[in-house]
């Protein structure tokens, strides 16, 4: 076989064309659908061909990029909570060196002892 010529592709074909997987992509990052699941229901409910989850999940992966992770809780700052920053900012804003090493910093690392909890 010459060097040049190029290799057969093995496998089935594709079920989703390059248009179907970004409509995936925008689908998700659209907020249209949050998991791979429900991006499968609204993409079987467009095509005229069923795709199963695993599909979509690799089409998110391969070309939007998109990984499953598990969602970030962060509480809403409210003015209240800014003035409060600000109010501690300011009565702390004259302290020596001295006095910031008297201060234990902590920031809330999970740590498991006994292997993990599948969490990350």
Same mark, same amino acid.
């Given at each position: 076989m010459h060097s %040049? !010529? $190029? *290799? @057969?592709? #093995? %496998? @089935? $074909? /594709?079920?989703? #064309? +390059?248009q179907s997987k970004n409509y995936a992509v925008s689908l998700v990052k659209r907020d249209h659908a949050n998991t791979a699941v429900e991006a499968a229901k609204l993409l079987n409910n467009s095509l005229e061909k069923s795709v199963s989850v695993e599909t979509v999940r690799r @089409? +998110?992966?391969d070309v %939007? /990029? +998109?990984? @499953?992770? *598990?969602?970030?809780?962060?509480p809403l700052l409210k003015s209240a909570h800014r003035l409060n920053r600000l109010k501690w900012a300011?009565?702390?804003?004259?302290? !020596?060196?001295d006095?910031? *090493?008297s201060v234990i910093w902590s920031d809330e690392t999970k740590i498991c002892r006994f292997g993990s909890d599948g969490m990350e």
């Open positions: %040049g !010529t $190029p *290799k @057969a592709k #093995s %496998g @089935a $074909p /594709n079920k989703l #064309s +390059l @089409a +998110l992966r %939007g /990029n +998109l990984v @499953a992770k *598990k969602k970030i809780k962060k300011l009565e702390h804003r004259d302290w !020596t060196i006095d910031w *090493k």
